[in-house]
């Protein structure tokens, strides 16, 4: 890929590319944590079973065993079914970045955000509450399965990008189509934003892309 590192790269190339390849891997409903967060890297998959307060003992959210998995790179995707429950926190996220996991996409609840902003860990999450997970949530699977985070289906593995407007699922099979398509849409781009910078019209810069109507 001629984008080293992914600079100047966002979600929406991203989700144009997969649009072209025939596949919708953009993720809906979820909020970023911090402005400015951008982070990639491939899937570690995990599947929370959801109960009532009381409804599981204490330690069975086992988060140690996730992190007992988690590699510098990864990306833990838990699915958590779109509950306001909390799965994850300040402990959690910093046992993460001590291991260079690269960020947390969570369909479910987040809590402690003022702390987790602070130390700069990533998070993209349906919702934040206080809610404990404690007795409410238990561990169903780590990185064995698909799961469905933002509406989409996550494999182990796959690659997930992610920034301040959303993030979007490379399924492992398409990897390499998407960034050919990513390295086109970028130099598309480019031109198109010299063309404005130079005070262009914008139909006239989008000639630059090669087209018509934009």
């Not at 699915?79 to 970045?97: F, N, P, R």
């Not at 479910?108 to 949530?137: E, N, Q, S, W, Y």
């Amino acid at each position: 890929m001629a984008v080293k590192g992914f600079e100047g790269i966002d979600s929406g190339m991203f989700a144009d590319a997969l649009d072209i390849l025939g596949h919708d891997g953009a993720m809906v409903g979820l909020q970023p944590l911090s402005h400015g967060q951008k982070f990639h890297g491939r899937a570690l998959t995990v599947r929370m079973l959801v109960g009532t307060p009381g409804t599981f003992g204490a330690d069975e959210i086992a988060l140690g065993q996730i992190l007992a998995r988690a590699s510098a790179g990864d990306v833990i995707t838990i699915d958590v079914g779109g509950e306001y429950i909390t799965v994850w926190g300040e402990l959690a996220a910093m046992a993460a970045q001590n291991l260079g996991v690269s960020g947390l996409i969570v369909d479910g609840a987040v809590r402690d955000a003022d702390i987790m902003r602070a130390l700069g860990f990533p998070v993209l999450a349906r919702h934040i509450c206080p809610t404990a997970g404690k007795t409410r949530l238990r561990l169903g699977s780590v990185n064995e399965e698909p799961v469905k985070v933002g509406g989409v289906s996550v494999r182990p593995g796959d690659f997930v990008f992610a920034d301040e407007t959303g993030a979007v699922v490379v399924p492992q099979a398409m990897y390499d189509d998407a960034l050919n398509e990513l390295d086109k849409i970028k130099a598309k781009e480019d031109v198109f934003k010299e063309g404005l910078a130079k005070g262009l019209p914008y139909l006239e810069a989008a000639k630059g892309m090669g087209l018509k109507q934009i």
